[in-house]
């Protein structure tokens, strides 16, 4: 994919609010009236929002800028087509600018003037019947000439569009990624207000505690390229979220199972949407390690099953590489490459 600018930005987890929940609960068993929500358990779920929406805008600039890769590629294509069609056209008009000069110098006199005139009219004849087959020849070059120009110019029309289509793509990307930054800038400013406890403890809140590959339950991957991608996943392992990342030094969700898979020689789409319709889709009841998982019905979201109902993924800004929950996030749908 094309170079692309990197944020890495201060993180938290989504596992909080599923933490609360749990002590909401067993305080209700316990009889117990929970306390009100407070304002840190507010700020909280704004900073959740704010991540969802940013890794939402992190996809749509993913797939725009690949959009503008895939453009720029094209268009330099066609501007070496062009070139190359242009180089032929010229040396065409040369051609015909000689048989044409041929023509004239050979064929000035009107024909029966000159066999009157010539000291050898079979040698008159011989050049006449000559310059009848070099007018047949140029009239086929013309045509061929002009069929050519034809070609350029529509070859140059589409190039033209794509060009407008590319600059399109520049400002889609360009609006994505002012949006992605205001959201982290305002996930910042929030996380800022709380103590550094509560910044520390909403990090840890959804964290596995696996710094190991978990045991795969007896499952094995469905394919030599799943094994080789769930093991370049899990080198990843604790390398830095960067929005924008496929890889090597830094990732973001889709970047992750891009690279990984990757290395495994399959070319996977750059966007977690591309990715859920990507191979064949199983239940989440049948995830073998290596299948794809996205979450959320837009699919904003994506990890990699490692078994055990665990997925490896990059969670957000600020938080590495790392295994988590298969269930962290609604809308589960498992991929299989």
């Not at 994919?1 to 609360?20: E, I, P, Q, Y």
């Not at 929005?243 to 891009?258: E, H, T």
Request: charged share 25%; net charge positive.
């Amino acid at each position: 994919m094309g170079s692309h600018r990197r944020l890495a930005t201060s993180g938290f987890d989504r596992g909080a609010g599923a933490a609360l929940c749990v002590m909401s609960a067993a305080a209700t068993a316990l009889g117990v009236v929970p306390a009100k929500a407070t304002p840190h358990d507010d700020t909280r779920t704004k900073v959740d929002r704010l991540y969802e929406e940013a890794e939402k805008a992190t996809e749509a600039y993913n797939q725009a800028d690949e959009r503008a890769d895939k453009l720029r590629d094209q268009v330099s294509r066609a501007q070496d087509r062009i070139a190359r069609q242009q180089e032929s056209i010229n040396s065409m008009r040369d051609a015909l600018g000689s048989l044409a000069g041929a023509q004239y110098r050979s064929g000035g006199l009107d024909p029966s003037l000159a066999l009157l005139l010539s000291d050898d009219p079979a040698d008159y004849l011989d050049r006449a019947a000559r310059i009848a087959r070099i007018s047949a020849h140029q009239a086929g070059e013309l045509e061929a000439l002009q069929d050519a120009m034809r070609a350029l110019a529509q070859e140059r029309a589409e190039a033209a569009k794509k060009l407008v289509e590319l600059e399109k793509s520049r400002k889609a990307v360009a609006a994505h990624k002012r949006t992605v930054e205001r959201k982290l800038a305002q996930a910042r400013r929030l996380l800022n207000t709380l103590t550094a406890s509560d910044r520390a403890a909403y990090g840890r809140a959804s964290r596995s505690g696996r710094d190991v590959m978990p045991g795969l339950g007896g499952a094995v991957p469905p394919s030599g390229r799943a094994a080789a991608a769930l093991a370049a996943a899990h080198s990843a392992l604790g390398k830095p979220y960067v929005w924008g990342a496929n890889g090597p030094s830094g990732f973001d969700c889709s970047g992750l199972i891009q690279w990984s898979y990757a290395q495994a020689g399959v070319a996977m789409p750059r966007t977690s949407q591309g990715q859920r319709y990507a191979g064949r889709q199983v239940p989440l009841s049948e995830a073998q390690p290596g299948d794809v998982v996205t979450y959320r019905s837009d699919a904003s979201h994506v990890g990699m099953y490692v078994g055990n109902g665990q997925v490896i993924h990059a969670p957000y800004p600020g938080a590495p590489v790392r295994y988590d929950p298969v269930g962290m996030m609604p809308g589960a749908t498992v991929t299989r490459v």
